[in-house]
């Protein structure tokens, strides 16, 4: 049973000054299932909002038609509904009725909804005197507390302190647990990867993907890097040395996976002898961030001509997923001779299953009588076990 | 949580363009499913237009009253062919006409301020303008207190043609909701109409008898002049508080009906650019 039919939805938009009328969503079709939580990725302008108006009912379908079974809410920009003159009470009730519940829903669950919010000590206060986090938290704590059997949410949980984000996600984890059916749009891939059964990639208006969320998102993250600029490297004729090549080489030749070993070539060309050289490659988090890197450590000497660097990892713990890779050749003191940023994508196929961002290794007893403490251990198994 | 897994799931369906009476039937059941928010916006309205400033409802009085004076001053010199004070007959005719200049542009403004929200959230849009109608009522109601007072006081005594206010007042609420939904819906498209309604409403109050008797329009005009059911409206208005005259039947059935139909059209116009105003907007 399907919650949300999508039936091969167009969307179109005429621009002013522009001949070409221009199709924000294009054929689109899918399904949501009563209690899935499903996960909508894509770049920007690639059709998000204009999905989210549609199912919200915000805007109409040029072609095709959206089929709902049951009551949805958007949790679009919580708090656009509030009146800035509006006491934070006020506001509950106003914003509660815009968002379709009635005034006696609204009363039964105030108690609640201001728990929930945390601005207790200002709720007689106007909103515009509100810092923008409160405005948040107060919007987000109104829609969650909706009766409803649809959730729509998008962006929603880039809002917020560290520990409201948290309640967020034990709140939307509650609601998809007691059979909600979610629907969540975001940038942030990982908590589509934390919430959501399945997901869809939108590019340029027509799904190209639907699947299991973390193919989705190695495929989206594929298709960004792909996108991004070449950062440019001008002329390499006039270095000294330059980094010809890079391969990644998994366990008996195949891919990199997760707690398997990875050997890493790095193929330089030297045009003259060089003292004190070092080599590093970098990974990337997919936020542009460095997750790690590997080093040649110590100053090598190199003779003129082409020669090669071998980094063994006797056991990969990066996560699953795509990382852009820098180059980096260098002297010890730190001048850079070649300086290769995003020039090479690693793919890391799932290994050892592992939850989090990385693969710790351990290893794992249980032991029937623990020396000491006499602790009563069920287990009658004395053997040694190594958990994956 | 707390749903009961009896509650009925509504289905909906989003799909383009459908027929008016569609429109209309959904319409109804969507207002009526979304009645808290119309209270709920009315009362907004109304807090926020008295909070903050010192007068607080007063008001609500004294806009009129300052047309009353003001147009006390000028028009003094007509001769209205009634007992009652030249001011007290302008009074009558400002309470009922500020509520539709009122409605009106509050509503179309109302309309360009909840652009955001609009864009964020559904909820049948109508409510918007509406909502600006509503608290203009009450505003209208306030005023029109101390209009029975000042009428009692200038020694016209209450009667029972008083009641006859009551369909006189139902029918222009219909008829300035028409209007309302029809400048909002127009201003989508045409961004000139917003500037220009200050002008419109002026020409508008002119065309209806709120500062002058229609005594005076020429005759040849007369014929016209009637026509308009904002004239006939005010003027019967009017007569029922300040002459104990029932208003006439006729009159009311031929503006009743011109205001069902004028809401019928721009209640569908408006629902067909309700898109136009995410879309477009």
Sequence with gaps: ?388 | MTLPLTAPRPRTVIRPLRSPLDVLVEGARALLRYRSLVRAMTLTRLKVRYRQSLLGWLWAVLQPLALVVLYGAIFSHLATSRPTPYALFVFAGVVPWAFCATSISTATSGMLAHQHLIKQVYFPREIIPLSFVAASLFDLLFAMGVLLAAASYAGSTPSWALLGTLPILAILVLLVAAICLLISALQIGIRDISVALPLVLQVLMFTAPVVYPATIVPAWLQEFYWLNPLALLIEAFRSAVLDAATPRVGDLVYCAGLALVALTVSYLLFKRTETAFVDEA
Aim: some cysteine.
């Design chain 1, 1 to 388: 049973m399907s919650d949300i039919v999508v039936d091969r939805i167009s969307k179109r938009y005429r621009i002013p000054r522009l001949r070409e009328p221009f199709w924000a969503l294009r054929g689109v079709s899918f399904e949501v299932g009563r209690g899935e939580a499903l996960g909508v990725v894509g770049a920007n302008g690639s059709g998000k909002t204009t999905l989210i108006r549609l199912l919200c009912g915000i805007t109409t379908p040029t072609e095709g038609e959206v089929r709902l079974d049951g009551r949805l809410s958007g949790l679009v920009d919580v708090g656009a509904g509030f009146h800035p003159d509006l006491t934070g009470r006020e506001n509950i009730f106003l914003n509660g009725a815009i968002l379709g519940m009635s005034y006696r829903e609204i009363e039964r669950k105030i108690g609640s909804i201001v728990e929930f919010s945390g601005i207790g000590p200002f709720l007689h206060l106007p909103v515009k005197k509100y810092s923008s986090g409160m405005y948040v938290r107060l919007g987000f704590a109104i829609s969650v507390h909706l009766d409803t059997d649809i959730l729509l949410l998008d962006e929603v949980l880039a809002v917020g302190d560290i520990e409201f984000q948290a309640r967020c996600f034990d709140r939307i984890g509650q609601l998809r647990d007691s059979g909600k059916t979610i629907v969540l749009v975001s940038h942030d891939l990982a908590a589509i990867e934390r919430l959501c059964d399945r997901a869809l990639l939108l590019a340029h208006g027509e799904v190209t993907r639907n699947g299991d969320p973390r193919a989705i998102i190695e495929a989206y993250q594929e298709e960004s890097y792909r996108a991004l600029p070449d950062p440019g490297r001008g002329s390499t004729a006039q270095r000294p040395i330059v980094a010809a090549r890079l391969t990644f080489e998994g366990h008996d030749g195949g891919p990199a996976r997760t707690g398997d070993p990875l050997t890493c070539r790095l193929a330089y060309e030297a045009s003259r002898a060089l003292g004190d050289v070092v080599f590093t490659v970098s990974f990337n988090w997919p936020s542009g961030y460095l997750c790690t890197e590997i080093s040649s450590g110590a100053g090598a000497n190199l003779e003129a001509g082409p020669g090669e660097v071998e980094f063994t990892i006797p056991l990969l713990v990066m996560q699953r997923g795509f990382y852009s890779v820098d180059v980096a050749i260098s002297r010890g003191g730190g001048e850079r001779l070649d300086w290769r940023p995003r020039c090479s994508l690693l793919r890391v196929d799932p290994g050892r299953i592992i939850a989090g961002d990385f693969y710790q290794d351990h290893r794992c007893q249980i032991r029937p009588h623990p020396t000491g403490a006499g602790a009563k251990v069920q287990h009658s198994d004395s053997s040694v076990t190594r958990c994956n």
